[in-house]
């Protein structure tokens, strides 16, 4: 099957500082990329949805500009969380579409942990 | 109301034993339903997609019901390796960018 790699993690910060994790997809082109945080014991939340080459769509509450989404290429998408606060602190993970595919590929995840 | 409502778990059963979880969604325009399955701390991993008419894949079998918007995964033989957590997936939308989560469904097998 496909293959998404998703670097860092795992990543330990101070609080107010940024932290870039990358999403890769190594064997196909990725249209559509997607962003989730989970916390312990809690279900995936949807963050974003980036498309190649066009600004990222925000789920509701999601604030934009903390979480800035990059998709430049059909094969990397990177979420930057700014100025990091513990309550950042979380599993976010990647997945990536194959074209207009319907299944789901998935990062390894980065664990965040915001001192 | 939540997209896609299962049951936490967490179910505890013997090795060998057969173990059903169910899975409701509201939305009644969903278009695709998956099974994943989530180890601690790990990626989730597409376990078996569901159609309409069930599928079988070895010892699982997914079933459909539209009519009442419900999912079911249902487990034979449970192995120990088959401890995890296993989430409901509903997919709806324009382009099928729309991918709904379960909060999962903990399932340990016990020796």
């Known amino acids: 099957g496909a293959v998404v790699s998703q670097h860092p993690s795992w990543v330990i910060c101070k609080s107010g500082t940024s932290v870039k994790i990358e999403c890769r997809s190594l064997d196909f082109q990725a249209t559509t990329m997607f962003w989730y945080r989970q916390f312990p014991k809690q279900s995936l939340m949807l963050m974003a949805t980036?498309?190649?080459?066009?600004?990222?769509?925000?789920e509701q509450g999601v604030e934009k500009d903390k979480f800035l989404i990059n998709h430049a290429s059909l094969t990397l998408s990177t979420l930057t969380v700014t100025s990091a606060h513990p309550e950042d602190s979380s599993f976010y993970i990647c997945?990536?579409?194959?074209?207009?595919?319907?299944?789901?590929?998935f990062g390894s995840g980065t664990q965040l942990s915001v001192l | 109301r939540k997209e896609v409502e299962q049951d936490p778990g967490p179910f505890n059963v013997p090795e060998g034993a057969t173990v059903a979880f169910n899975c409701t969604y509201s939305?009644?325009?969903?278009?695709?339903f998956f099974w994943y399955r989530q180890d601690c701390r790990k990626e989730p991993k597409l376990l078996m997609s569901?159609?309409?008419s069930g599928n079988e894949d070895g010892r699982f079998t997914a079933q459909l019901n539209r009519a009442s918007q419900y999912i079911s995964l249902l487990i034979r033989d449970s192995k120990l390796s088959d401890s995890a957590t296993y989430l409901c997936?509903?997919?709806?939308?324009?382009?099928?960018?729309?991918?709904?989560f379960g909060s999962g469904t903990k399932l340990n097998v016990k020796p």
């Open positions: 997945s990536a579409r194959q074209g207009a595919g319907e299944k789901l590929f």
């Open positions: 980036s498309n190649e080459g066009s600004k990222a769509t925000y």
């Open positions: 939305n009644s325009a969903s278009q695709s």
């Open positions: 569901v159609y309409s």
């Open positions: 997936v509903v997919n709806y939308g324009y382009n099928f960018n729309k991918f709904y």
